[in-house]
């Protein structure tokens, strides 16, 4: 009787250690999706802080020939359009502008934001405005492909609710 009371026993100690291995096991596999899941987040803001910072740069320059007329001269020199700083200078304007909503659809497309804000953040560009409209026909080349497609179809949509009317 001894024996079997032994055996049973071992065998209950056996089987919660088996237990014990097959929890730990679920446990570590948690915690190392855990952590790649935040190391993901960690790459992905990173990467959305570069790339804020070098669009911050070329909003700095643009800026600049904005609010003053010798940067704006220079720059109008470099991009062989002087004649008409007015002008020059509306186009900076423009590119401030569009590169924004730039910034906004990257951190959509990175998941940072959700649709609902890429809207909001995309309010200043007026898609509806013709002198936005002129200017986007000229220089989206200058817009990664995803980007020019979703503002081309939220225009197309926008004129597809005015002639529906």
Same mark, same amino acid.
């Given at each position: 009787?001894?024996?079997?009371?032994?055996?049973?026993? %071992?065998?209950?100690?056996? @089987?919660?250690?088996?237990?014990?291995?097959?929890?730990?096991?679920?446990?570590?596999?948690?915690?190392?999706?855990? @952590?790649? %899941?935040? !190391?993901?987040?960690?790459?992905?803001?990173?990467?959305?802080?570069?790339?804020?910072?070098?669009?911050?740069?070329?909003?700095?320059?643009?800026?600049? @020939?904005?609010?003053?007329?010798?940067?704006? @001269?220079?720059? !109008?020199?470099?991009?062989?359009?002087?004649?008409?700083?007015?002008?020059?200078?509306?186009?900076?304007?423009?590119?401030?502008?569009?590169?924004?909503?730039?910034? !906004?659809?990257?951190?959509?497309?990175?998941?940072?934001?959700?649709?609902?804000?890429?809207?909001?953040?995309?309010?200043?560009?007026?898609?509806?405005?013709?002198?936005?409209?002129?200017?986007?026909?000229?220089? %989206?080349?200058?817009?990664?492909?995803?980007?020019?497609?979703?503002?081309? %179809?939220?225009?197309?949509?926008?004129?597809?609710?005015?002639?529906?009317?």
């Amino acid at each position: 009787m001894q024996k079997v009371n032994r055996q049973q026993w %071992k065998d209950s100690l056996e @089987s919660v250690g088996i237990v014990a291995i097959i929890a730990s096991l679920i446990f570590v596999g948690i915690e190392t999706r855990n @952590s790649t %899941k935040q !190391a993901d987040l960690t790459t992905q803001a990173l990467e959305i802080a570069a790339y804020q910072e070098l669009m911050t740069n070329i909003e700095e320059l643009n800026v600049l @020939s904005l609010q003053d007329d010798n940067v704006a @001269s220079v720059m !109008a020199r470099f991009w062989a359009e002087e004649g008409d700083l007015d002008k020059f200078r509306e186009r900076r304007a423009f590119f401030l502008l569009v590169r924004h909503g730039d910034m !906004a659809f990257y951190m959509y497309r990175q998941g940072a934001i959700d649709e609902s804000r890429l809207h909001s953040a995309l309010g200043p560009l007026e898609l509806d405005n013709p002198l936005f409209i002129k200017y986007w026909g000229e220089y %989206k080349f200058a817009f990664v492909q995803e980007y020019q497609n979703y503002i081309d %179809k939220l225009i197309a949509d926008l004129d597809e609710g005015i002639g529906s009317q």
